[in-house]
């Protein structure tokens, strides 16, 4: 079947704009996972969602970023006022029960650039 | 929170040479450890993983080892290829997945 798939893949804006990233996880998967990865920088983890819900959301760096998955499929983050060093490649990734060990499959990312 | 550290940062290796890339991890807990390859622009792309109760798994051409002692795990490629050339993430999960910060590997043909 697809795989994950995220929307927009390029995003242009301006600083203390608002914007939303979108997210379509492999279907069936009832884990949904947000990475940001800056230039050189391997993934580094956002929020996790098992279900509907925010399972972990320790990774999100204030509170300009929150994520919702409101049917527990199709995710969107949302960033508010955004600053320059938000650009970066914001990746997402499924799997299928959320496990520790469970393989997690990603998107192509959306590339962010403030400017 | 779970730390990883990755080596080395850059890797050149003539084709049909062998790639050795180390990590090491910080939480004792941490029981899941995949890699992922990563092409230029692309998406990381799950290449081999090792769970806890393993100390060793092959992939043909791919290789890990765990040893959870030392806290440490390393990728093997044998036999390289040009299309080997790629970027390396490993990563540890026990509540969420940390990455290591990568190893750019050059296969020269």
């Known amino acids: 079947g697809a795989g994950v798939s995220q929307t927009p893949s390029n995003k242009v804006t301006e600083k203390g704009k608002y914007v939303e990233l979108r997210c379509d996880p492999i279907s069936g998967h009832t884990a949904l996972y947000w990475y940001r990865q800056s230039l050189g920088q391997g993934p580094e983890f956002l929020i996790y969602f098992q279900g509907t819900g925010a399972a972990d959301d320790s990774g999100l760096p204030n509170d300009r970023f929150f994520a919702v998955r409101p049917e527990g499929s199709v995710s969107t983050l949302k960033i508010q006022r955004t600053e320059r060093g938000d650009s970066a490649v914001y990746l997402c990734?499924?799997?299928?029960?959320?496990?520790?060990?469970?393989?997690?499959?990603f998107g192509p990312g959306t590339r962010l650039t403030v400017l | 929170g779970e730390n990883v550290e990755q080596h080395p940062s850059t890797l050149s290796v003539q084709e049909g040479d062998s790639a050795v890339i180390k990590c090491t991890y910080s939480?004792?807990?941490?029981?899941?450890f995949p890699w992922y390859k990563q092409e230029l622009g692309k998406r990381p792309q799950l290449i081999i993983d090792?769970?806890?109760?393993?100390g060793e798994k092959k992939d043909q051409r791919i290789a890990v080892t765990l040893n959870k002692t030392a806290k440490h795990f390393s990728l093997h490629i044998t036999e390289t290829q040009p299309e080997d050339s790629a970027v390396y993430f490993c990563?540890?999960?026990?509540?969420?997945?940390?990455f290591g910060a990568g190893t750019r590997l050059t296969v020269k043909p």
């Open positions: 939480d004792s807990a941490s029981n899941y």
């Open positions: 090792i769970r806890s109760n393993v």
């Open positions: 990563a540890a999960t026990y509540n969420d997945m940390r």
């Open positions: 990734a499924s799997s299928a029960n959320g496990g520790a060990t469970d393989t997690q499959y």
